[in-house]
């Protein structure tokens, strides 16, 4: 009989003590989180759906020495190199030498499967020294738009002034830029000029900042980015 108290006694202690270890597992899980260890573990899940992207479609200008522009392969004189340094991430697209709007579409260049908030088309320079009429250029933004950038808003599509060239008069390319300007605004586009403190009084490049009086120098090509990295976001909200 009293063997049989005994062993009724411990397993009455080992069962209150499985119960107090049940509730004080519970109440711990329970708790709230101390202040800010939660923050810090939501701010890096967010953040890499809050940043913003941006596919850039270009010429030279955009293309500078890279190796390869659309797999993120830049040189040094390639302004969208020197988007992230500027709060943009810059997730691909196209540029080559001598390319126009309507080139990139006839030869299906867009970088179909890569998504941004934003899409850039940096033309003009070509079609102002092939002789492309304003208007021909400006339909071919409204097919890139449709066909490179269709799932952005109009708001998020960004067209870009057209930059100083040696080679051509100073009021031809502000005049072909104000038209630009309009024409985007007609269309709900982001009209940007990334060129400020890249041109001077004349529409001239300014000394040091061009290699050969049409493509930006290194420096110029962070001043570029710098300059239009925060329209780039302002239109990816």
């Not at 990295?229 to 239109?235: S, W």
């Amino acid at each position: 009989m009293k063997r049989f108290k005994l062993r009724y006694a411990v397993l009455c202690a080992a069962l209150a003590g499985t119960i107090v270890l049940g509730a004080l597992a519970f109440f711990r899980m329970s708790a709230p989180a101390p202040s800010g260890a939660g923050a810090s573990a939501g701010s890096l899940t967010a953040a890499p759906e809050a940043r913003t992207t941006a596919l850039v479609y270009g010429d030279s200008i955009s293309q500078g020495d890279s190796a390869a522009f659309s797999r993120q392969d830049l040189g040094n004189r390639a302004w969208p190199k020197y988007l992230s340094q500027n709060g943009v991430y810059f997730v691909g697209g196209y540029a080559q030498g001598g390319l126009t709007a309507g080139m990139l579409i006839d030869r299906n260049l867009c970088q179909e499967g890569t998504r941004a908030s934003v899409v850039v088309a940096a033309f003009g320079t070509n079609s102002l020294l092939l002789g492309e009429s304003f208007e021909t250029n400006l339909k071919n933004l409204e097919r890139l738009k449709a066909e490179c950038g269709g799932t952005v808003p109009p708001s998020a599509f960004l067209v870009t002034a057209v930059g100083p060239m040696d080679r051509l008069p100073p009021a031809r390319i502000a005049d072909w830029n104000t038209r630009l300007a309009a024409a985007a605004a007609e269309r709900g586009w982001t009209y940007v000029d990334p060129f400020q403190g890249l041109r001077t009084s004349e529409n001239t490049w300014p000394a040091g900042l061009s290699i050969d009086g049409l493509h930006p120098a290194e420096a110029a090509a962070e001043i570029y980015a710098a300059n239009i990295a925060p329209n780039i976001i302002a239109a990816g909200r």
